[in-house]
Nanobody, 121 residues
């Protein structure tokens, strides 16, 4: 079974930066889309940014111009560079891959365990 493992969360002051990483384990053939979602306390999980294997990106309006998503296809890893962080960016950030094709078959709806990002004012 393919697993997504995030790293890079933490506590930062407003205006600061953090970089999240998410690596997919296993013998992977293809991951078309990888992305980042976040969930703040008492709120629904929301899309932050997604990226295709070809490099096409999509961002939530709230993070455009501040966050940058990128990926290394050879390493099956996706990154989220977060700059100019605001207290409202505080949330648990989850890595997501809607479909992963590997030697184990096709796995739908993969999520990482989440990493906490806390931005203090």
């Amino acid at each position: 079974q393919v697993q997504l493992v995030e790293s890079g969360g933490g506590l930062v002051q407003a205006g600061g930066s953090l970089r999240l990483s998410c690596s997919a384990s296993g013998s992977i053939f293809r991951i078309n889309v990888m992305g980042w979602y976040r969930q703040a306390p008492g709120k629904q999980r929301e899309m932050v940014a997604t990226i295709t294997s070809g490099g096409s990106t999509n961002y939530a309006d709230s993070v455009k111009g501040r966050f940058t998503v990128s990926r290394d296809n050879a390493k099956n890893t996706v990154y989220l560079q977060m700059n100019s962080l605001k207290p409202e960016d505080t949330a648990v950030y989850y890595c997501h891959a809607p479909m992963v094709v590997s030697t184990a078959g096709t796995q739908l709806g993969s999520w990482g365990q989440g990493t906490q990002v806390t931005v203090s004012s």
